[in-house]
DNA sequence: CTGATCATC
DNA sequence: GATGATCAG
């Protein structure tokens, strides 16, 4: 079974601490904020006079959903991460995907935004990061889902086969874990030639939407609550056949973080590599 | 379940 | 262009 290996590994309890950390290491950051020192004062209202007209806000702002929470690229038209909590009751209910279709998300500026446009014709399917199976109890929940900010330019074949049986994996841990938590996002992830390292992704459409070359997932299981299972997921976007073997497909944890936004806890290890599930015995 | 596509109004 | 039926992995 999946579990086995997925709950043993040493990564495992590693992203455990690492996700719960965060918040608490947030929490300390204000607390100091709000009592600064006059050095911090004067620099503040310097950086107010030197920002005075404005400066380039980079910096992804949550944002709220029904059901989901996302960070979004506006370089990319896509999120960089979305964060979800299911439970075996969050599974239940007759919503369905038939009532619902892929809007641009309002919230989002419209030169900053992806559109139906930009995907239809494209050779890359629509593919949901907070998927919409994990919606039914809430029509209006799966409605936001199938905003374009949950959505990223997917290969056909791995969104309907071994994405959609990964998502599947994770409403089945709900039969044995009273919660899962789940963060998903698109990865570009580099390729070396000549012995230097480069990025490079395609974009699609007016809106240029990146395509990512990598789609990962973070899984956080809970038990009597205890984090007590996570993986880490990281597949190339492209035809995969389940019977394959992904160990190649490894990543360090501080790749994760510069490429994803997620942050870690400091004192993590982020060279250690993480140890990917062999999806083989994962997925039957 | 995951999607696209095509006929129809 | 919107909608619903149909098709495919």
């Known amino acids: 079974m999946f579990l086995r290996g997925f709950v043993s590994g040493t990564a495992a309890s590693t992203v455990v601490f690492a996700v ?24 503040l209202e310097r ?17 709220y959903y029904t059901n989901h929470v996302l ?30 279709k892929f809007l641009p998300d309002p919230r989002i500026p419209q030169m900053f935004s992806a559109q139906n446009s930009d995907y239809q014709k494209s050779g890359w399917s629509r593919g949901h990061m907070s998927p919409a199976g994990n919606h039914k109890h ?40 009273q919660s899962v938590r789940i963060i998903s996002g698109p990865l570009v ?35 009597k609550s205890q984090p007590v299972a996570v993986g880490v997921f990281v597949i190339p976007n492209q035809p995969l056949d389940f019977s394959h073997h992904l160990s190649k497909y490894q990543i360090t944890l501080h790749q994760l973080e510069s490429r994803t936004g997620i942050k870690f806890v400091p004192n993590l ?9 062999d999806i083989h015995s994962c997925l039957i």
């Open 20 to 43: 719960i950390y965060a918040s608490v290491n947030r929490k300390e950051i204000y607390r100091e904020s709000d009592n600064p020192s006059f050095e911090d004062i004067n620099k």
């Open 269 to 277: 290890d982020l060279s250690k590599t993480v140890n990917l599930c």
């Open 47 to 63: 950086g107010r006079e030197i920002l005075k007209y404005g400066f380039p806000n980079r910096g992804p702002e949550l944002m």
């Open 138 to 177: 809430s029509q209006e929940a799966m409605k936001d889902s199938f905003f374009l900010s949950n959505i990223v330019p997917q290969n056909f074949e791995n969104n309907a086969g071994f994405w959609n049986r990964l998502e599947m994996y994770c409403r089945d841990l709900t039969k044995d874990f």
């Open 189 to 223: 992830m580099p390729y070396t030639e000549e012995g230097k390292k480069f990025i490079k992704y395609q974009i699609i459409g007016d809106n240029e939407v990146a395509v990512p070359t990598h789609l990962y997932k973070i899984i956080l299981a809970e038990r």
């Open 71 to 100: 960070a979004y690229d506006r370089a990319k038209r896509t999120p960089v991460w979305v964060a979800e909590h299911i439970t075996a009751e969050t599974l239940k209910g007759y919503a369905s995907r038939k009532y619902e």
